[in-house]
C-alpha cells in the first residue's frame, strides 16, 4: 500500500511541476506478471526510467544496473535487508547515497536513538521453516524431475513429513511408483503436465492459488495476488492501484479466480472491513521451537499449530488527503481459512484480577501484544508482513483469550513463531522497557511504543499502563509443566478489524446468539 500511494503522490506532484518527468518513475513489487517486471528492470537498467517506488521485491537477486541512490521509508524489518537494499546502488566501484527515513514506529525511534545499534549490528540469521507443505510440495515437484524420490533414502534430505507430501502429491497428479514394490521402496517419478515445473513455481511467495486483476476493457492482465491476501485488495468496489494509475474493480469471480476492473479517477481509496477468528490447535500436544531444556524452561510461552479464519463484511472509502471515511459499504464474500503456527503464553486469573481493579485487562492484552511484536526485530529476522499480534474488536462481546499471542500470517507458517519461543521472556524484557522508557501521555500511548500500523483495529481498545501491569507480573510467573496449560485450553476466538461502523453489525450478532 505505501509503495502504490507513494507512487500515486509522486505522479500527481510531476504532472503539476514537471509533466515530462511523469512517466520516469514507475512502482514495483512482487505481485506484478514476470513480464511487467522484466520490462521495468530493462527500462530502468537503459536509463529510460529515473527511479522506482519498489517493495523488497527489488531487494534480491537483481542487477539494476547503475543507481545513484537509495531511499528507504522506514525500517525493512532487518538489518541484513537495510544492508541489501542499500546495496543495489553504487555498483561497479560508483559512489552512491542511501538514506534512511525513519516512521514514528518504535523500532525506527530507537535506531534514531542509538544509530550505532543499526550501523554496527551483526547480521540477523535467516530463520525458515523447511517443513511448510505448501514450500516442500513445490520443491519435491522440481526435486522429482531431476532425480526419482526415494521415502528410504530422502526423507534425511526433506525431513520427517516427506511420506505425507508424497502421498498428497500422488493425488493431485504430480508423482507415481511402481505399486508392485513396497511403500518404503517404492522410487517416486514426477508425471506432471508442466515440462519445466519450475517456471510455473514463485520464489516470491509461499502460495501457488494467486487471483488474476484484469483491466476489462483492454484484456490486460496487470497483477496477480495471493489468494490469502486477494480479498483485502480486490472486491466489488474496491480501489485498485497500479503504477500510480487508480482502478475500479467491477466483478469478482471466485471461481475462476478473476477480478475485472476498470481505470477511473477517484479521489478515495478503500480499505475492508473484517475480523480474524484465531484457534490454537493441538489438545495437549504442542510444538515447541526445538531448543535447550535450560532455554525451554525459561517461559511458559508455547508454538502451536493454529487455524486462521477471516471474515469479510464491508468496506471503507477513505478520503486520500484527510483519511475522512466517506462511505460504509457492506460487503459479502466467502471466509478464509488456512492453518499457520502461533506463539502464545497464557496470563493467569491472578494477573487479570490485578489489572481489573484499575484498567482494562483486554485493552491492555492489546497494547502488551503490540508491545511485543514490535520488538520482535530485536532478535528475529522478519518483515513487518511476516506476524500480527491478537487484537480485539472494540464492538464485539464475544470472549477475548486471555493470552497474548503472535502468529506468522502466511498459510502453514513460515517458521517465525516457533523461533520466537525460546526468546519470549526476552520478548517482554524488551517489550517492558520499550513501554517504561516512552514518555508520551495518556492511556492510548503512541507510535514509538503501543500503537501500530498493521492494527486492523485501528489501534482502538489499548490501555499502555494496563500493558506494564500485565508484563511486570507476567515476568514473575514460574514455568509450569505444559499439560498445565494444555488443560486450560478451550475452543477461543479472536476479532480483529473495525470501527465505530462496526458497531450495529457486532449488535445484530450478539442479538441473534439470544434468540433461541
Known amino acids: 500500500m505505501i509503495c502504490n500511494l507513494c507512487d500515486f503522490d509522486r505522479r500527481e506532484i510531476l504532472q503539476e511541476t514537471a509533466p515530462y518527468l511523469t512517466d520516469s518513475v514507475c512502482a514495483y513489487r512482487a505481485g506484478y506478471v514476470a513480464e511487467d517486471r522484466r520490462k521495468i528492470e530493462r527500462e530502468f537498467f537503459s536509463g529510460r526510467l529515473c527511479g522506482i517506488a519498489a517493495t523488497n521485491a527489488l531487494e534480491l537477486g537483481i542487477d539494476v544496473g547503475h543507481i545513484d541512490a537509495t531511499l528507504h521509508l522506514g525500517f525493512p524489518g532487518s538489518i541484513a535487508s537495510l544492508w541489501q537494499q542499500a546495496g543495489r546502488s553504487g555498483r561497479r566501484d560508483r559512489e552512491s547515497l542511501a538514506v534512511y527515513v525513519a516512521f514514528e514506529g518504535p523500532l525506527d525511534q530507537y535506531f534514531i536513538k542509538f544509530p550505532k545499534k543499526l550501523f554496527g549490528g551483526p547480521i540477523e540469521c535467516c530463520h525458515i521453516d523447511a517443513q511448510n507443505q505448501q514450500v516442500l510440495e513445490q520443491h519435491l515437484i522440481c526435486a522429482a524431475l531431476e532425480h526419482p524420490l526415494s521415502l528410504l533414502y530422502d526423507e534425511k534430505y526433506f525431513g520427517s513429513s516427506l511420506k505425507d507430501v508424497v502421498m498428497s502429491l500422488k493425488h493431485k497428479g504430480y508423482l507415481s511408483s511402481d505399486p508392485s514394490r513396497n511403500s518404503s521402496d517404492r522410487i517416486w517419478s514426477y508425471i506432471g503436465h508442466e515440462k519445466v515445473p519450475s517456471r510455473g513455481i514463485s520464489i516470491r511467495a509461499i502460495e501457488s492459488v494467486r487471483y488474476s486483476v484484469v483491466n476489462m476493457k483492454q484484456h490486460e492482465l496487470l497483477e496477480e495476488i495471493e489468494e490469502s491476501r486477494a480479498f483485502f485488495q480486490v472486491y466489488e468496489g474496491a480501489v485498485y492501484m497500479h503504477q500510480g494509475k487508480t482502478y475500479l474493480v467491477k466483478e469478482l469471480n471466485i471461481s475462476e479466480k478473476i477480478a475485472l476492473c476498470h481505470k477511473t479517477d477517484v479521489d478515495y481509496y478503500t480499505k475492508t472491513r473484517d ?54 459499504v457492506e460487503l459479502s464474500l466467502p471466509k478464509y481459512s488456512y492453518e499457520s503456527q502461533a506463539v502464545w503464553i497464557q496470563v493467569p486469573q491472578s494477573i487479570k484480577k490485578l489489572v481489573e481493579k484499575n484498567f482494562s485487562f483486554r485493552r491492555g492484552l492489546h497494547a502488551a501484544s503490540h508491545a511485543v511484536l514490535n520488538v520482535v526485530p530485536l532478535y528475529i529476522r522478519c518483515n513487518s508482513s511476516d506476524l500480527a499480534p491478537e487484537c480485539p474488536n472494540p464492538h464485539d462481546t464475544r470472549y477475548y483469550p486471555e493470552r497474548i499471542l503472535v502468529y506468522d500470517q502466511h498459510p502453514g ?42 492494527c486492523h483495529e485501528y489501534n482502538e481498545e489499548i490501555h499502555k499502563d494496563a500493558a506494564i501491569m500485565i508484563i511486570k507480573v507476567l515476568r514473575l510467573v514460574k514455568p509450569k509443566p505444559l499439560l498445565y496449560f494444555m488443560s486450560r485450553l478451550r475452543f477461543v476466538f479472536l476479532v480483529q478489524g473495525v470501527l465505530d461502523a462496526e458497531k450495529s453489525y457486532f449488535e445484530e450478532v450478539h442479538d441473534s446468539y439470544q434468540k433461541p
Open 275 to 328: 475480523y480474524t477468528d484465531i484457534h490454537v490447535l493441538g489438545g495437549d500436544i504442542a510444538n515447541p521451537a526445538r531448543v535447550s531444556m535450560n532455554q525451554s524452561a525459561r517461559t511458559t510461552a508455547q508454538a502451536n499449530s493454529c487455524r486462521v479464519t477471516t471474515t469479510w463484511f464491508g468496506f471503507y472509502c477513505i478520503q486520500r488527503r484527510s483519511n475522512k471515511v466517506l462511505d460504509t
Open 413 to 454: 507458517g513460515t517458521g517465525v513463531s516457533k523461533q520466537i519461543q525460546p526468546f519470549f521472556t526476552k520478548l517482554l524484557n524488551a517489550a517492558l522497557e520499550l513501554l517504561t522508557s516512552c514518555h508520551c501521555f495518556g492511556d492510548v500511548g503512541c507510535p514509538n511504543c503501543v500503537q501500530s500500523l498493521v
